[in-house]
């Protein structure tokens, strides 16, 4: 009995086992539970004399629920009515607001500071020490007679009892031991050792059992045991869900999460904001509800919603703008957008008015704090181009941001130097000019045209250069023909995409903001309005074009989606982003401005100035130029005409 690991013994003798080994006698193998085999300490008597552990027993002591009146359901407790399954028991246990996350939950109260803790709370705030058995700081489950601390995973170590594998051969604890009641055949360790599998009785896939068949029901396999198909007491429809839930009857994911929508949404006056109605017909229409539930409390995006709907923030740009810019806080702020709970707004010309005065603000000096915020404000904000439907542009408020990143580096590198703009000298401005000349001129020659910097000469203005170009025009003709033609090249988006580009030379940002109403259809013929004239596209490309949009975003962001925009973007009522755009060119093998280039130099080699600039949207200045770089002359054009 003491070293063969039976379970047939008095209690007694077994906490005298218990105690042998914690005190280092060897030769004596820990009794295994009668039912599992698995070494625990054993406090239960089962069958003619033999020990089980806690697990075991509270798995045997079953019986029908009193109150939800479920079968073979592990019992809690017994009162006058009859025995109490352990989910009723919880769920009469009065719920309060835990000490350290706010959520209200069953508590249990701490002997530390007598206040109360949640299951997961309580969890996190165990003392933890270093373990002498592994050396990592863990969670105290035992100790040592020396008084060292022993972790859960070392102590269950030390007291299973270890044999070799007859598997692998490897000495250590075992999963299951040769005549154990989970496998009579082999000692198998834990890496070897394969949970039985049976065909589930409703999905009929051979997997491992979760719920084992009784005289009414089949085995049930993890993935139908916890969504099955049931009919919701609630809306009276088939569905996936669970078959019991704290009210003790089964309800739907759909159902479950418009308890938790509402719960979450609903004001301290008990009803929903007028404004947050819309959000919230949108979270209930989500296609994976269960992925809600799962999710809710782990995702900012839908805490801070929470905060909102209770008052904790107001409902505001300002509000949002007040907080760091996250991508849940913009995730937050389209959605909420896109459900006309927030006015909309060009998000990009905000956020470049937000980094302008928060690098005003950074300036120490008066005075140049004023020159600061009128370059930023006047010269670089005022003067940024927008698109075809008035918005900035990311790539414009990226350009914007860093022209003015680049102004208050001049004044710090000024300041740091011990000078002024009134003082300045020439060897300042040269050594400040010696890398980045170009990005780095733009804000000198505005302090030149303002008054400052008197004395400073700048220099000569540098010829522009033929614009780099190192893709070959065939090459990147062929790559057009190979997206156009065959279908397995890419997706329908990327083939469009890419095609515009290499065939129209046109930038990311106005690719990702085209819209459906960019598309006109004439006597079988489509165009697209890439300027003021409309271009008529080639064929499979306009079958591309039109396919478009294919795609919808995830989530809340599916549901609340603009159909208008052709390349739509993860955010809620917004396109795809041009630096997502641009990157997923890049796996094509297509740089966007080579291809550009090269595009724009085939353009104008073969097509009048005036006739493409209309076409693709540029200015026929910008056209006229590239002409002459590609060595044609257009001249006689209109009397050829």
Same mark, same amino acid.
Request: net charge positive.
């Given at each position: ?12 003798v077994?906490?005298?086992l218990? =105690? ?8 004596? $193998?820990?009794?295994?539970?009668a039912?599992?085999s698995?070494p625990r ?5 089962h069958g003619?004399?033999?020990? *089980? ?6 798995r045997?002591r079953t =019986?029908?629920?009193?109150?939800c009146?479920?079968?073979?359901? #592990?019992?809690k407790?017994?009162?006058? /009515? ?7 028991h919880?769920h009469?246990r009065p %719920?309060e607001?835990?000490?350290s996350c706010?959520?209200?939950r069953?508590? &249990?109260?701490? #002997?530390d ?9 309580r969890?996190?705030?165990?003392r933890?020490?270093?373990c ?12 040592? !007679? ?6 859960g995973t070392?102590y269950a170590?030390?007291?299973a =009892?270890?044999?070799?594998c007859?598997?692998?051969? &490897?000495?250590?604890?075992?999963a299951?031991?040769a ?11 834990v890496r070897?050792?394969?949970?039985p599998t ?9 997997r491992r059992?979760?719920l ?5 029901t ?8 916890? +969504?099955?198909m049931?009919?919701?007491s ?5 569905a996936?869900g ?12 759909a ?10 949404l ?5 009803t ?29 995006s ?6 909102i ?11 949002l703008?007040?907080?760091?810019? $996250?991508?849940s ?13 927030l ?5 990009n010309?905000a956020?470049?008015?937000?980094y302008?005065?928060?690098?005003? !603000? ?8 004023? $020159?600061l ?5 006047? /010269?670089? !904000?005022?003067?940024?181009k927008a698109?075809? /439907?008035?918005?900035?542009?990311a /790539?414009?408020?990226a350009?914007?941001?860093?022209d ?21 000298p020439? +060897?300042?401005?040269? =050594? ?20 400052y910097?008197?004395?400073?000469r ?12 190192? *893709?070959?025009?065939?090459? %990147?003709f ?5 997206l156009?033609h ?9 083939? !469009? ?13 106005? *690719? +990702? ?7 006109e &259809?004439?006597?079988g ?19 591309? $074009? ?5 795609a919808?975003p995830?989530?809340?962001a599916?549901?609340?989606?603009d159909?208008?925009?052709l390349?739509t ?7 795809l982003?041009?630096?997502s ?8 093998g297509i ?19 005036a ?12 056209a006229?130029?590239?002409a ?9 054009? +209109?009397t050829?005409?």
């Open positions: 009995m003491l070293t063969t690991g039976g379970s047939r013994m008095p209690k007694a077994g906490e005298f218990y =105690a042998a080994i914690a005190a280092g006698v060897t030769g004596l $193998v820990s009794p295994s539970c039912l599992c698995r300490t054993l406090f239960h008597t003619e004399g033999e020990r *089980i552990c806690t697990s075991c027993y509270s045997v =019986a029908t629920c009193s109150r009146g479920r079968e073979n359901q #592990r019992i407790t017994t009162d006058g /009515h009859g025995p109490i399954c352990e989910r009723c919880q009469d %719920q607001v835990c000490a706010g959520r209200t069953v508590l &249990t109260r701490s #002997r500071d007598g206040l109360g803790y949640c299951r997961g709370c969890a996190e705030r165990g933890r020490e270093a002498i058995g592994c050396g990592r700081s863990r969670r105290v489950n035992a100790r040592t !007679a020396e008084g060292d601390a022993i972790c070392c170590r030390t007291r =009892a270890e044999d070799a007859d598997e692998c051969g &490897t000495i250590g604890p075992l299951v031991r005549g154990g009641r989970r496998d009579g055949s082999r000692n198998l360790c070897c050792y394969r949970h049976k065909p589930c009785g409703i999905c009929g896939r051979s059992v979760a084992k068949a009784t005289d009414t089949p085995d049930i396999c993890p993935t139908c045991y916890q +969504a099955p049931i009919d919701c609630l809306c009276g429809q088939q996936l669970r078959r019991t839930t704290n009210h003790g009857r089964p309800r739907c994911f159902c479950q999460a418009a308890q938790q929508i509402d719960a979450a609903t004001g301290s006056d008990g929903i904001r007028p404004e947050l109605k819309s959000v919230r017909d949108a979270l209930t229409e989500l296609k994976q509800p269960r992925s809600l539930l799962n999710n809710w409390h782990s995702l900012a839908l805490r801070l919603l929470t905060d709907a209770q008052g904790r923030i107001d409902l505001s740009h300002d509000a703008d007040a907080r760091p810019q $996250v991508f806080v913009t995730y937050l702020r389209a959605m909420l957008v896109a459900a006309g709970a006015p909309p707004r060009d998000e010309a956020r470049l008015h937000r302008a005065t928060q690098a005003v !603000a950074d300036i120490t000096d008066p005075e140049l704090r004023g $020159v915020s009128r370059y930023a404000r006047w /010269h670089v !904000a005022g003067r940024a698109d075809r /439907h008035g918005r900035i542009t /790539h414009v408020a350009r914007c941001r860093g003015i990143h680049t102004a208050h580096a001049f004044l710090d590198y000024l300041t740091d130097s011990g000078h002024t703009l009134d003082d300045c020439q +060897a300042c401005v040269d =050594a400040w000019l010696s890398s980045s000349r170009d990005a780095r001129l733009i804000f000198i020659r505005w302090l030149k045209r303002g008054g910097l008197r004395h400073i700048l220099p000569d203005p540098v010829v522009p250069k033929h614009p780099g170009h190192d *893709i070959d025009p065939d090459e %990147q062929a790559l057009a023909r190979r156009l065959d279908p397995d090249a890419a997706s329908i988006e990327d083939r !469009a995409a890419a095609c515009l580009i290499l065939l129209y030379a046109q930038p990311a940002a106005k *690719i +990702a903001a085209l819209t459906t109403s960019d598309i &259809t004439r006597d013929d489509t165009y697209l309005a890439l300027g003021p004239e409309p271009l008529l596209l080639i064929p499979p490309l306009d079958a591309l $074009v039109t396919a478009l949009p294919v919808k995830f989530g809340t599916s549901t609340l989606a159909g208008r925009w390349f973007g993860k955010n809620a009522g917004t396109h982003h041009p630096t755009l641009m990157a997923r060119m890049n796996r094509l740089t966007t401005r080579a291809s550009r280039n090269t595009a724009l130099l085939h353009l104008a080699s073969t097509t009048p100035p006739v493409f600039a209309s076409l693709i949207g540029i200015s026929i200045g910008t006229t130029r590239w002459a770089l590609a060595g044609a002359s257009w001249n006689t054009y +209109a050829m005409r």
